[in-house]
């Protein structure tokens, strides 16, 4: 099970949570405060916005051409 960064936007903590792929989208619960924290990229992730410039510093990465949200194949 591929692993996901999240932030709670009302504690401004990082958390990180093992989850299905099919669950990687949505908001996951924050351990402190039960709010809905939203998933952050991580190192590993290869989630690009393409307004954000993380895909183009991603140098050698199979995914650096990849420009869907999903990105299914970058997390095997
Ligand atoms: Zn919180």
């Not at 709670?8 to 299905?20: A, G, M, N, Q």
Request: aromatic residues 6%; charged residues 15%; contains cysteine.
């Amino acid at each position: 099970m591929p692993i996901y960064e999240y932030v709670c936007p009302s504690c401004d903590i990082k958390f990180e949570l093992l989850r299905p792929l099919s669950q990687s989208a949505e908001a996951a619960p924050c351990p402190k405060c039960n709010n809905s924290a939203q998933r952050v990229l991580s190192r590993f992730a290869c989630l690009t916005t393409g307004d954000d410039g993380f895909s183009s510093m991603i140098g050698g990465n199979p995914c650096s051409s990849c420009s869907d949200a999903s990105c299914d194949t970058c997390n095997l």
